[in-house]
């Protein structure tokens, strides 16, 4: 069974990048039937979809975040990457990676999350 | 952006209780609406795709209905484990938009 897990930083400076990797197991992320996605949690608030990547590289961000977000994917090594610049304390949250399949559209499995904290 | 608007943001029930969650979108999303369960310290788990469609292994005590703008989520008979947050996420669109959540407590 698919598995997945998100791994980097704990704690970025403000105006820094913010950088996850989140590790695929159990299957392949070069299967054609599945999206990537990361959402992300601020403590005590809900959920924002952040964007997308399929393992061909297309991807597609929420408007909210595209100037500053990149999401990329390393298919050798059954990954794919968050990188979120310009961080402020509005981006400390808990960031998931999430398994999307589409038509019907959901989101299974997710990763456990980690939270990063953008702090001085 | 579609938003969503869940009611009511929080309700206190008891074990045994039938629970109605009540989801709204600003525009008519068909019913490519969905709906998760989140506990404290968890992941969000997928309960129903497509408005009405119950993922493998949840519970049949869970349905989902709607279409259009109005959705609802219920709970049949409230278990203990139960007791989470909830989101409804519509897809009929990019941006993916979550409703702010439904937090169902013990009474």
Same mark, same amino acid.
């Given at each position: ?5 998100? $791994? /980097?930083?704990?704690?970025?400076? !403000? +105006?820094?990048?913010?950088?996850? @990797?989140?590790? %695929? ?30 393992? $061909? /590289?297309?991807?597609?961000?929420? !408007? +909210?975040?595209?100037?500053?977000? @990149?999401?990329? %994917? ?47 | ?107």
């Amino acid at each position: 069974q698919v598995q997945l897990q998100e $791994s /980097g930083p704990g704690l970025v400076k !403000p +105006s820094q990048t913010l950088s996850l @990797t989140c590790t %695929v197991s159990g299957g392949s992320i070069s299967s054609g039937d599945y999206y990537w996605s990361w959402i992300r949690q601020p403590p005590g608030k809900g959920l924002e979809w952040i964007g997308y990547i399929y393992y $061909s /590289g297309s991807t597609y961000y929420n !408007p +909210s975040l595209k100037s500053r977000v @990149t999401i990329s %994917v390393d298919t050798s090594k059954n990954q794919f990457s968050l990188k979120l610049s310009s961080v402020t304390a509005a981006d400390t949250a808990v960031y998931y990676c999430a398994r999307m399949v589409e038509a019907p559209l959901r989101f299974d499995p997710w990763g456990q999350g980690t939270l990063v904290t953008v702090s001085s | 952006a579609i938003q969503m608007t869940q009611s009511p943001s929080s309700l206190s029930a008891s074990v045994g209780d039938r629970v109605t969650i009540t989801c709204r979108a600003s525009q008519g999303i068909r019913n490519d609406l969905g709906w998760y369960q989140q506990k404290p310290g968890k992941a969000p788990k997928l309960l129903i795709y497509a408005a009405s469609s119950l993922q493998s292994g949840v519970p049949s005590r869970f349905s989902g209905s709607g279409s259009g703008t109005d959705f609802t989520l219920t709970i049949s008979s409230l278990q203990p484990e139960d007791f989470a947050t909830y989101y409804c996420l519509q897809d009929y669109n990019y941006p993916l938009t979550f409703g702010q959540g439904t937090k169902v407590e013990i009474k």
